[in-house]
Each structure stands twice: as structure tokens, then as C-alpha cells.
């Protein structure tokens, strides 16, 4: 271990870069900030995730907020699939904290980190409209049709939500990797939203983010209770995303990531394939 | 808008919160916390002013801040007087409560 004043300047460090990245490539910070703390600080993997799942929560909240502002957000939308997304983060957490073995976490989470650097490289081509005609009874139900402003012309577009029942069951799926492993899981609901429901991308995206503080919250509790949130490294990371986060926004609407975006993404499968060795080599790094 | 100003109005007193704590936390080395404050210590931490309470305060506010936009957004359904949403929106309420409950127990 180093001396608390190094690990939580270099934590804070990696919290503003991991902001910055995630802000500007579309991942969240949680996927970044834990393998830091166990590889190179040599912090608990759990304590890690729950410290992480508060940093996610201000990510989100922090987006949140201005998406909701502009009218990005699907709000029904989001209320509706946020059922699912609390249970399946209470599951998760639970399964994290007993699971008698540590080392199924870092598999796990290694595994998640490759599936992540999938939708990192390949998001996917941007929609701006569902061409489909879809309308379920159980959409019609939930009034999930709904339009957005597109800032991009100006102009108001109408979308409708198709399958939200098989959306509310993968919903589950999503907050179950977000509690269990301390991420926010846009890389699972972005898609979801995108493929399976048809949604726009902006307006998925928007609405991603708007059920993850709510989901994230969901298991912070079970996490501050049992003991594992460390408050000090919990709250370096906050002002750290915080900063970042502004910071990497502002790059966003500057610059298209292309050679970054490739570099990062093998940087990260790199890292997602130490997590999963940490688990057979425990002295791996540190 | 409402739940615009919640939203940012919980980061920011959050991280000033935080911030407090921290400087505190750096102004007298050895008292940074590494476990969460149970709920019942965390009176007297604010009281004597040390780094743990406000810390603990701080990341208790983020947490509360999502809870605190969905208890908003059933008062709002409650006016568009949406009886399904309103619905949603307090089982939404009632699986973070539940988490609450269970994590203690």
C-alpha cells in the first residue's frame, strides 16, 4: 500500500482524466476508475465498486440535468424501464458483497471491460428516427411515443418505442452489471434502446443517462450499509468527475474522436484482459 | 425545470460538501475516513466538525439527489394526474426505499 496522500492525489488525477475520457468517448468513468484502484492502488475490488458507483452517480446526475433541460430525455421512458433497472441493480449488489470468491468479480468485470470496447469502436450508426411503425398496446399504454428537438437543424422529430416489454426484461440484465460490478451500463441500455427499441440515438443516450444515477443509487445504499463505501476515496472521485466531466464536454463539441477512440479502446481490452489475469496471479502489478 | 435545479442543486451541495471534508481531512492528517458513517454517528461528526461528517454528508447527498428527482416526479405526475405513471413512479420509489431497508437489516 502507499501512503493515503499519494493514493488519493493519484486517484483524484485519475478521476479528472477518467471524466474527460468518458465525457468525450461516451463511457462512463466507472469502467476506467476501478481497474486503476485494484490493479495500481491495490484497494478492495469491492470497496472499489461501491466507491465507483458514486462516482456514477454524479457522472449521470451531472448529464443528466442539462439532457433533461434540452428535453432529450424520454422521462416515461425512463420511469417505466428504471423498475426494472433498481431491481436488477439490488440483485447485483447483493451478489457482489456475498459471493464468496473475489476473483469471479474481476473475471466478470474484465469481461465487461472487452464487451464495452465492442460499443466503444463500434457504437453503431446513428439514428435520427425510428422507421419503424411500431405500436404495441402496452407502448400505447405507457404513452411512450414522444418527440425530441434535434439541435443539430433545429427540428422536432416524433419517435415511437417499440417492445418495451422486452426492453423492461433486458432493463433487469443492465441494472444487474451496474450494481454488481460498479459501472453505469450505457454500453448495455444505449444499444437496447437503440436496437431492440428503435429509439433515436440522442434521445437514448439522454435517457441512458437519466436512469443511471437512479439505478446506481439503488445499490449505493446496500453498499454504504455494508460497510464498503470508502467516504474519503467516494468523495476524491466526485470532485475529480466533476471537474473532468466539464472539461471533456466542452472537448465534445469541439473535435470527432477517430484515431483516439481506436487507441483507447485497445488500451482498454488491455486492461479488461490484466483484470481477468489479476484473478489467477494475485500479485499481479501491485 | 424543477428537476433540472434538483438535480444540479444536489451535485453542487455535494461537492462543496466534499470539498469541505477533504480540506478539513488534509488540514489534520490521520482523520480520513475509510468506512462509511452510520447514520447514528453522524450527528456528532458534524457537530465536532471532523472530515468524516462531512464527508459522509457529501456522498450522502449524491446518493439522495436521484432519489429525490423521482419523489419530485411523482408529485408532478400527481398533477398531470396520471394515474399509471404515478403508479411507476412509486414502486421506482418504493424498489430504492427497499434497498435502504434491506442494507441495513
Same mark, same amino acid.
Given at each position: 500500500m502507499f501512503p493515503l496522500g499519494v493514493t488519493l492525489v493519484a486517484l483524484l488525477v485519475a478521476a479528472i482524466l477518467a471524466g474527460v475520457a468518458g465525457s468525450y468517448l461516451g463511457i462512463g468513468g466507472g469502467i476506467l476508475l476501478i481497474p486503476f484502484m485494484t490493479l495500481? +492502488?491495490? /484497494?478492495d475490488i469491492r470497496v472499489a465498486i461501491a466507491t465507483s458507483i458514486v462516482g456514477v452517480i454524479a457522472t449521470s446526475t451531472g448529464a443528466a440535468s442539462v439532457y433533461v433541460r434540452d428535453r432529450l430525455s424520454h422521462l416515461r421512458l425512463g420511469m417505466f424501464l428504471e423498475v426494472a433497472t433498481t431491481l436488477g441493480a439490488i440483485a447485483g449488489a447483493f451478489v457482489a458483497i456475498l459471493v464468496p470468491d473475489r476473483n469471479v468479480l474481476f473475471i466478470l468485470f474484465g469481461i465487461v471491460m472487452i464487451y464495452a470496447t465492442g460499443y466503444m469502436v463500434r457504437p453503431g450508426v446513428a439514428t435520427t428516427a425510428s422507421d419503424a411503425k411500431v405500436t404495441s398496446r402496452l407502448a400505447a399504454r405507457l404513452k411512450l411515443a414522444d418527440e425530441y428537438v434535434d439541435?443539430?437543424?433545429?427540428t422536432t422529430r416524433a419517435y415511437d418505442v417499440a417492445r418495451p416489454g422486452v426492453g423492461f426484461g433486458f432493463g433487469a440484465i443492465a441494472g444487474a452489471v451496474s450494481g454488481l +460490478?460498479? /459501472?453505469?451500463?450505457g454500453f448495455i441500455q444505449v444499444p437496447l434502446m437503440t436496437?431492440?427499441?428503435?429509439?433515436?440515438?440522442k434521445p437514448a443516450v439522454a435517457t441512458s443517462n437519466f436512469m443511471i444515477g437512479v439505478t446506481a443509487a439503488a445499490s449505493a445504499f446496500i453498499y454504504y450499509s455494508g460497510g464498503f463505501l470508502d467516504p474519503t476515496l467516494a468523495g476524491v472521485i466526485v470532485v475529480g468527475v466533476f471537474a473532468g466531466t466539464r472539461v471533456g464536454t466542452r472537448l465534445m463539441v469541439r473535435a470527432r474522436p477517430g484515431m483516439i477512440r481506436l487507441a483507447f479502446a485497445v488500451l482498454l481490452a488491455a486492461i479488461g484482459v490484466l483484470m481477468i489475469l489479476k484473478a489467477f496471479i494475485p500479485g499481479l502489478i501491485v | 425545470m424543477l428537476i433540472y435545479r434538483v438535480l444540479w442543486g444536489g451535485i453542487l451541495l455535494s461537492v462543496v460538501l466534499i470539498f469541505i471534508g477533504l480540506l478539513l481531512g488534509s488540514l489534520s492528517p490521520?482523520?480520513?475516513?475509510q468506512t462509511p458513517l452510520k447514520p447514528a454517528e453522524l450527528a456528532t461528526a458534524l457537530v465536532s466538525l471532523s472530515p468524516a461528517g462531512f464527508l459522509a454528508l457529501g456522498v450522502i447527498a449524491m446518493i439522495l439527489t436521484p432519489v429525490a428527482r423521482v419523489f419530485l416526479s411523482i408529485l408532478v405526475y400527481l398533477e398531470e394526474r396520471d394515474r399509471v405513471y404515478v403508479l411507476i413512479t412509486v414502486i421506482v420509489l418504493a424498489n430504492l426505499l427497499f434497498g435502504i431497508v434491506l442494507g441495513f437489516a
Amino acid at each position: 500500500m502507499f501512503p493515503l496522500g499519494v493514493t488519493l492525489v493519484a486517484l483524484l488525477v485519475a478521476a479528472i482524466l477518467a471524466g474527460v475520457a468518458g465525457s468525450y468517448l461516451g463511457i462512463g468513468g466507472g469502467i476506467l476508475l476501478i481497474p486503476f484502484m485494484t490493479l495500481a +492502488l491495490s /484497494v478492495d475490488i469491492r470497496v472499489a465498486i461501491a466507491t465507483s458507483i458514486v462516482g456514477v452517480i454524479a457522472t449521470s446526475t451531472g448529464a443528466a440535468s442539462v439532457y433533461v433541460r434540452d428535453r432529450l430525455s424520454h422521462l416515461r421512458l425512463g420511469m417505466f424501464l428504471e423498475v426494472a433497472t433498481t431491481l436488477g441493480a439490488i440483485a447485483g449488489a447483493f451478489v457482489a458483497i456475498l459471493v464468496p470468491d473475489r476473483n469471479v468479480l474481476f473475471i466478470l468485470f474484465g469481461i465487461v471491460m472487452i464487451y464495452a470496447t465492442g460499443y466503444m469502436v463500434r457504437p453503431g450508426v446513428a439514428t435520427t428516427a425510428s422507421d419503424a411503425k411500431v405500436t404495441s398496446r402496452l407502448a400505447a399504454r405507457l404513452k411512450l411515443a414522444d418527440e425530441y428537438v434535434d439541435q443539430a437543424d433545429g427540428t422536432t422529430r416524433a419517435y415511437d418505442v417499440a417492445r418495451p416489454g422486452v426492453g423492461f426484461g433486458f432493463g433487469a440484465i443492465a441494472g444487474a452489471v451496474s450494481g454488481l +460490478l460498479g /459501472v453505469g451500463g450505457g454500453f448495455i441500455q444505449v444499444p437496447l434502446m437503440t436496437v431492440v427499441m428503435k429509439i433515436p440515438t440522442k434521445p437514448a443516450v439522454a435517457t441512458s443517462n437519466f436512469m443511471i444515477g437512479v439505478t446506481a443509487a439503488a445499490s449505493a445504499f446496500i453498499y454504504y450499509s455494508g460497510g464498503f463505501l470508502d467516504p474519503t476515496l467516494a468523495g476524491v472521485i466526485v470532485v475529480g468527475v466533476f471537474a473532468g466531466t466539464r472539461v471533456g464536454t466542452r472537448l465534445m463539441v469541439r473535435a470527432r474522436p477517430g484515431m483516439i477512440r481506436l487507441a483507447f479502446a485497445v488500451l482498454l481490452a488491455a486492461i479488461g484482459v490484466l483484470m481477468i489475469l489479476k484473478a489467477f496471479i494475485p500479485g499481479l502489478i501491485v | 425545470m424543477l428537476i433540472y435545479r434538483v438535480l444540479w442543486g444536489g451535485i453542487l451541495l455535494s461537492v462543496v460538501l466534499i470539498f469541505i471534508g477533504l480540506l478539513l481531512g488534509s488540514l489534520s492528517p490521520g482523520q480520513l475516513p475509510q468506512t462509511p458513517l452510520k447514520p447514528a454517528e453522524l450527528a456528532t461528526a458534524l457537530v465536532s466538525l471532523s472530515p468524516a461528517g462531512f464527508l459522509a454528508l457529501g456522498v450522502i447527498a449524491m446518493i439522495l439527489t436521484p432519489v429525490a428527482r423521482v419523489f419530485l416526479s411523482i408529485l408532478v405526475y400527481l398533477e398531470e394526474r396520471d394515474r399509471v405513471y404515478v403508479l411507476i413512479t412509486v414502486i421506482v420509489l418504493a424498489n430504492l426505499l427497499f434497498g435502504i431497508v434491506l442494507g441495513f437489516a
